[in-house]
């Protein structure tokens, strides 16, 4: 079946521009989660969605960034006002509910702020 | 808190040589764990996962990992490296008891398989 997609695969931005990034969980997954990871460095958690829940906001760097989710699936990323040090590559994951499932990746948006 | 170690940047083995990734994971409770692979310009791939019962879990590629509980462990192992298999991977570790909050993730180690 149709995995985790994410749009765009690139993006390149000017300083101080806003930009957005959409991701298509697996049908059916009602976790959805975004996560950052800069050249060469591990993955940094941004937000996590699960069902009809607040969303748990706790690793957003700045009140730059947010995050929705409409309908229980498709969610955009927001990142206003960007700076050079939100170069990086953006990876959304998702999954079935209950701890024990895994989280599948998609191939991420890599976003470089000139 | 949760947490998981790789201790190692980069692993460098041959070709036809066994190899071992280390993971370290510290959580309250029992521990869910996984291994993630990353191939260059990809998003990451699910290997394997342990959650309970065997404590030597197989998975995809002819990837294995050993769960240990008093070291608090969890290394990934292939009996025989290909050249395929360079590519950065990724532990995993959630609390059982902490629903479908985000898996925590070590910092990577670099595979390196030398023809």
């Known amino acids: 079946g149709a995995g985790v997609s994410q749009s765009p695969s690139n993006k390149v931005t000017e300083k101080g521009k806003d930009v957005e990034l959409r991701c298509d969980p697996i049908s059916g997954h009602t976790a959805l989660y975004w996560y950052r990871q800069s050249l060469g460095q591990g993955l940094e958690f941004l937000i996590y969605f699960q069902g009809n829940s607040a969303p748990d906001k706790s690793g957003l760097p700045s009140d730059r960034f947010s995050a929705e989710r409409t309908g229980g699936s498709v969610s955009t990323l927001t990142i206003q006002r960007t700076q050079q040090e939100d170069s990086a590559v953006y990876l959304c994951?998702?999954?079935?509910?209950?701890?024990?499932?895994?989280?599948?990746f998609g191939p991420g948006t890599r976003l470089t702020v000139t | 808190a949760q947490s998981v170690a790789q201790p190692e940047d980069q692993v460098n083995v041959a070709e036809g040589n066994p190899l071992t990734v280390k993971c370290t994971y510290s959580?309250?409770?029992?521990?869910?764990l996984f291994w993630y692979v990353q191939y260059p310009n990809r998003g990451l791939q699910f290997l394997l996962k342990y959650i309970t019962g065997d404590n030597l879990v197989k998975g995809s590629y002819g990837f294995e990992a050993e769960f240990n509980k008093s070291q608090t462990s969890f290394h990934l192992k292939k009996p025989s490296a290909l050249v395929s298999d360079s590519a950065l991977y990724f532990c995993?570790?959630?609390?059982?008891?902490?629903?479908?909050?985000?898996?925590?993730f070590g910092k990577g180690t670099r595979l390196s398989v030398i023809a």
């Open positions: 959580v309250s409770g029992n521990p869910y």
């Open positions: 995993a570790v959630r609390a059982a008891s902490s629903g479908n909050t985000p898996l925590v």
């Open positions: 994951a998702s999954s079935l509910a209950g701890p024990s499932y895994e989280q599948y």
